[in-house]
T-cell receptor
């Protein structure tokens, strides 16, 4: 089955600086890679996703890059703000039109934004 | 995007009893899933809830312990049977339309289960 590794487990950055979280996956059949933000006591919220036919995707301060050859994808957050503090999870699945596998999650990164 | 309502939001149960968690989606969805998230940990997939057939379980999870129903395209239940303190966790349902969908995988608000 799929295995997703995520690093670092904790990341502390100064407000306004950039944060990068990295994930690797093992199953070459995986083609969908979402990132979730989870605040304490709340459900995971999708912040950005990328499909395997795309190398990079950006949404305002958030971007995701994918290297299919290396089986590696990364989350980039620029101009970090205090409200970015949360746990971030990467995930992978084999998703097709009309059907999809469940997500395999990384272990999470606790992002701390220092004022 | 689809909105998922999950209940109960939390419960405290006696060991040896069972709890059924309900998940209702506000639109028809192709796939529904159940996850477990132990305190401070990541999410682990329990099973895929298949409409009209038996659920597909991941390694380490069995139907006798976690029976799942999915009678239609908007509703699913997960039962945690014969509970022990090790079952204390957050249980979340999730739904997706598949790759052709526009909202990826959405999650319910979770059920925080404590077994005493």
């Amino acid at each position: 089955g799929e295995n997703v590794e995520q690093h670092p487990s904790t990341l502390s950055v100064q407000e306004g600086d950039s944060a990068v979280i990295k994930c690797t996956y093992s199953d070459s059949a995986s083609n969908y890679f979402p990132w979730y933000k989870q605040e304490l006591g709340k459900r995971p919220q999708l912040i950005i996703d990328i499909r395997s036919n795309v190398g990079e995707k950006k949404d305002q301060r958030i971007a995701v890059t994918l290297n299919k050859t290396a089986k590696h994808f990364s989350l980039h957050i620029t101009e970090t703000q205090p409200e970015d503090s949360a746990v971030y999870f990467c995930a992978a699945s084999n998703a097709a039109g009309g059907g999809a596998d469940g997500l395999t999650f990384g272990k999470g990164t606790h992002l701390i934004i220092q004022p | 995007s689809a909105v998922i309502s999950q209940k109960p939001s939390r419960d405290i149960c006696q060991r040896g009893t069972s709890l059924t968690i309900q998940c209702q989606v506000d639109s028809q969805v192709t796939m529904m899933f159940w996850y477990r998230q132990q305190p401070g940990q990541s999410l682990t997939l329990i099973a895929t809830a298949n409409q009209g057939s038996e659920a597909t379980y991941e390694s380490g999870f069995v139907i006798d312990k976690f029976p799942i129903s999915r009678p239609n395209l908007t509703f699913s239940t997960l039962t945690v049977s014969n509970m022990s303190p090790e079952d204390s966790s957050i249980y979340l349902c999730s739904a997706t339309e598949g790759l052709g969908g526009s909202y990826g995988y959405t999650f319910g608000s979770g059920t925080r289960l404590t077994v005493v």
